[in-house]
């Protein structure tokens, strides 16, 4: 369910109604009942661009699992009371809620993120920080999962966010074949730091893209950040320069999450052998599968198996 208020931006509507509304068969599962509704019955979108009519009311949040508020080019301006209430009943009764770019500016006007961890766009972080200091802000990522409050950065981070809910809910797989159908990435590397404005370099550094494609066909080899650096012919000081200004991260924590994604994958097409996931994805042993496993999906293997994996 996604509510919709006075001077919501269609964009973050479109990336809902692409990634949840659409019936998908080709993936033979169930998918999202998708819907919104409204304070109203008309709703007239970002700069009068159009009229939604017809719209549900906000009652339908009240059967709601997953509720997305409303987002807004100008964040000084806050939702309708009523759509506020409907936020906080929603999270009252345990729904999953989401918001998207200054989304985060209605779950916290509605007194629902105090304490917890939230993003938001970079260009309103400072504006979020001064009216809700009680939020635990995280301004340089994507998006922040903050187990049933989920939030994300500038509108197209919309897409990130949508997709990690795809694959919380249905496993790596399906996300990935959501992604290639939007022709979009399922996860994208660093995090919105990357798109902060910042004078231009004079001489920019040549992109790591060759160099992560290479180290990506490899991850069952025990590469290290040296052998990284020697790969890219720069030294393990410089590489973890550019690694920080490219892609927001280190070379060590991505080749991590790389291997990380790759066990994953392989549990999900159901190989049960801890040890031969550990090698087949570079993370050598057992015990440090499970402990890289927790850490970075917040599940064990026998977990994530659990959740994810195809019936053989």
Do not use: K
């Not at 996604?2 to 998908?24: K, Y």
């Not at 629902?112 to 961890?117: E, S």
């Amino acid at each position: 369910m996604m509510i919709v208020d006075a001077g919501s931006n269609p964009f973050e509507l479109g990336v809902a109604t692409e990634l949840f509304g659409l019936r998908r068969p080709e993936l033979d599962r169930p998918w999202y009942d998708f819907s919104l509704c409204a304070a109203g019955g008309e709703v007239v979108m970002h700069a009068g661009l159009f009229t939604m009519s017809g719209v549900t009311g906000l009652e339908a949040v009240e059967h709601a699992d997953t509720v997305i508020v409303p987002n807004r080019p100008d964040p000084e301006t806050e939702p309708a009371p009523a759509v506020l209430e409907a936020v906080r009943r929603a999270a009252g009764r345990g729904a999953r809620l989401v918001s998207f770019c200054t989304g985060a500016f209605a779950l916290a006007a509605a007194g629902v993120l105090d304490g917890r961890r939230a993003t938001t766009h970079w260009r309103w972080a400072e504006l979020f920080r001064s009216r809700f200091p009680a939020v635990r802000l995280e301004p340089d990522v994507l998006f922040v999962d903050d187990g049933d409050v989920l939030t994300s950065a500038g509108s197209a981070a919309a897409l990130d966010l949508g997709l990690h809910l795809v694959r919380r809910d249905h496993g790596a797989e399906i996300a990935n074949a959501v992604s290639r159908r939007l022709v979009f990435a399922v996860h994208r590397d660093g995090g919105q730091r990357q798109f902060v404005e910042r004078p231009v370099p004079g001489v920019p550094d040549t992109s790591l893209a060759s160099l992560l494609s290479w180290a990506q066909e490899h991850l069952d080899r025990p590469l290290a950040v040296a052998d990284l650096a020697a790969r890219a012919a720069v030294s393990p000081a410089t590489l973890h320069r550019r690694f920080q200004a490219e892609l927001g991260t280190t070379p060590l924590a991505w080749l991590t999450a790389e291997r990380v994604s790759l066990a994953c994958r392989l549990i999900e097409r159901g190989e049960t052998r801890l040890d031969a996931v550990a090698r087949a994805s570079g993370l050598g042993s057992a015990a440090n599968l499970r402990a890289q496993m927790r850490r970075q999906t917040g599940l064990s293997p026998s977990a994530y198996r659990e959740r994810f994996a195809r019936a053989r």
